[in-house]
């Protein structure tokens, strides 16, 4: 169910937004996962890939290996690492593309711009799993069920008020 009649369902214009997207908003599509240790140390599940970050392969034909990031080619939706390489016909060899999101990053290479980035993200997440688990306290529960035995019973409301007590 769409919600915003200004947000698109079609599958055309949604490939052309894609396909034709600036390289502003393709450093965000390029976004890959951190690894665990640290997505826990940041508080962060994921950052666009940069130049210099450390990564490791997790699915495709080079799944484990691990290497620097040479070249993030927003052009063509990949990034080049530094050895991972095929050799061409001719003898020379080339870095082969791989997508980011085959890819989790090990080790970050920050400055103060990522920095600031990385607290602004743990923030937000910081406010949401602050809420989570907070759904419903236990007095709304219970007026529920006492609302849910008012309407079953047939007995008077003062009887089952008296059972809740303050509820």
């Not at 009649?5 to 390289?23: D, E, G, L, M, Y």
């Not at 699915?59 to 530094?82: A, F, L, N, P, S």
């Not at 080790?107 to 990385?118: I, N, P, V």
Request: aromatic share 6%; hydrophobic share 35%; glycine share 6%.
């Amino acid at each position: 169910m769409k919600y915003n009649p200004r947000v698109s369902s079609s599958r055309r214009k949604n490939r052309k937004a894609h396909f034709s997207a600036p390289s502003s908003v393709r450093r965000i599509l390029m976004s890959a996962p951190l690894s665990t240790d640290l997505r826990q140390k940041y508080n962060v599940r994921s950052m666009p890939i940069r130049k210099d970050d450390e990564i490791q392969v997790v699915r495709g034909t080079y799944k484990g290996r691990e290497g620097k990031v040479v070249q993030v080619y927003r052009r063509k939706w990949v990034i080049h690492v530094e050895r991972i390489t095929r050799e061409k016909v001719n003898g020379s060899t080339v870095n082969v593309g791989i997508n980011p999101s085959k890819v989790v990053i090990t080790k970050l290479r920050l400055d103060k711009d990522r920095k600031s980035l990385l607290d602004r993200k743990a923030k937000g997440r910081a406010v949401g799993d602050k809420d989570k688990g907070t759904k419903f306290t236990a007095e709304d529960i219970m007026q529920s069920i006492r609302w849910a035995l008012i309407m079953l019973s047939d007995r008077p409301k003062s009887a089952i008020d008296a059972c809740f007590g303050h509820f």
